[in-house]
């Protein structure tokens, strides 16, 4: 049983769809994350699920670690072949399968990202909501439970997956979950298997939710003197039932980051950029409504828009604040990291992980889905100054730390990877031992993903 022998049979199998290439397992040996790159032995590329089934026959008989990919932009090494063996690589998997308009509902492969999805659903009328930014496959944000700026109206993949195919570590093939939107029916597999990140079957199939698109869509941004204004402005909006699309908080240091990289010019104090969406008429009342609110807790210098192009700058630069602030300083390395808390201690989680920054010299922004109490922070490093890198891990964790201390969780969307395993205790105490039962059941050998977000050793 080696893992040269099952490289050997899958060559046999899939032609040249198995690569060990240098250059191809260069590819699939590093994502969006800070951590060291790591080579795959070898990377296949199926097309259909039964190959999919046959190649994790054949690994399961070698004891070859085998790690799904989409398209490499996880944050907490999800992707990496930590422990040598195959990278699955999923984008030959890549069709809309069917669309149903009456149902609003699409089965697709997982190797399809959610911006081809959209084009797709152009005519039909309908979207797919879950955004986390980057332009990811569909089975990789179903394995690590993606969510993003529209999660506070439309929930975040564990409530847009309806049904999912699998292939579990035997190579047997499971359905979970159907068309119908409800069921009361056995386990909840589908649950299980969304968020599992790749550790639990490898998802060789999806049936997502669609969306009507709304006829009215407007933007906003508000600035304010500090974070505790802003978040009072979200809790009270939230609490009037006005339904925000997005809400998302960002710092003074991401604003001048934005404004640098964007060519913006948004006032260099604590923002909060909000959409709304429903008819021309709900959505400039709803936006009025925000205006009054934020007015109440300091919010100033309130604009908003109905124009397309302007909505898309806004958000593109939101979407890509971590990249603006890596702009600002030529060479440096940054830890994109991320936090959730009940939204009544947001203000005090941002408020203290600012001051940690900055009492630690370190650079970096924060921003949030502040709707649902999930922030993010980018920190940066001077790679060629090793200290610096032990200092921005440091925060990070301190913030890990503070967001349990406070009744939340250690990630609230980049999941757990091999970055964040050792909070896994902390936050889930005696349950990390059930999980791990789950995991030996359903992958005795632990060739699904080995090494990420549980340590059996």
Partial sequence: ???????????????????????????????????????????AFPETTQEVSEIVKICAAQGCPIVA????????????????????????????????????????????????????????????SVDPGANATLGGMAATRASGTNAVRYGTMRDNVLALEAVMADGRIVR????????????????????????????????????GTPEGISAATCAFADPEGAVAAVIQTIQMGVPMARIEYVDAWSIAAVNAWAKMSLPETPHLFVEFHGTPEGVKEQAEIFGEIAAEHGGGDFKWTTNAEERAKLWHARHNFFYAGRA???????ISTDVCVPISRLAEAVTEARRDME???????????????????????????????????????????TALRLGG????????????????????????????????????QGILNPGKMLDLN
């Fill in 328 to 334: 600002q300083r030529p060479g440096w390395k940054g």
């Fill in 409 to 444: 969780t250690v990630s609230g969307e980049h999941g757990i990877g091999v970055g964040k395993k050792r909070f896994m205790d902390a936050e889930h105490g005696e349950a990390v031992s059930v999980m791990a039962q789950i995991k030996r059941a359903l992958d005795p």
């Fill in 176 to 211: 979970a979950g159907s068309r119908a939107r409800k069921s009361s029916t056995g386990y909840d597999l589908k649950g299980l298997l969304v968020g599992s990140e790749g550790t639990l079957g490898i998802i060789t199939e999806l049936t997502v939710k669609l969306w």
């Fill in 359 to 401: 009492s630690s010299g370190v650079a970096g922004g924060i921003i949030g889905h502040v709707g649902d109490g999930n922030f993010h922070a980018g920190l940066f490093f001077r790679p060629e100054h090793p200290g610096e890198l032990e200092t921005v891990k440091a925060v990070a964790g301190r913030m890990a730390e």
């Fill in 69 to 128: 990919w989409g398209i490499g932009s996880s944050l907490e090494g999800h992707a990496l072949a930590t422990q040598g063996g195959l990278s699955l690589d999923m984008t030959r998997m890549d069709r809309v399968l069917e669309v149903h308009v009456e149902d609003m509902d699409a089965v697709v492969q997982p190797g399809l990202t959610r911006e081809a999805l959209n084009e797709h659903l152009r005519a039909t009328g309908l979207f797919f």
């Fill in 1 to 43: 049983m080696t893992i040269q022998t099952a490289i050997e049979q899958l060559r046999t199998l899939l032609g040249e769809r198995l690569s060990t290439a240098d250059s191809v397992r260069d590819l699939h040996g590093r994502d969006e994350s800070w951590h060291p790159d790591v080579l795959p032995d070898a990377v």
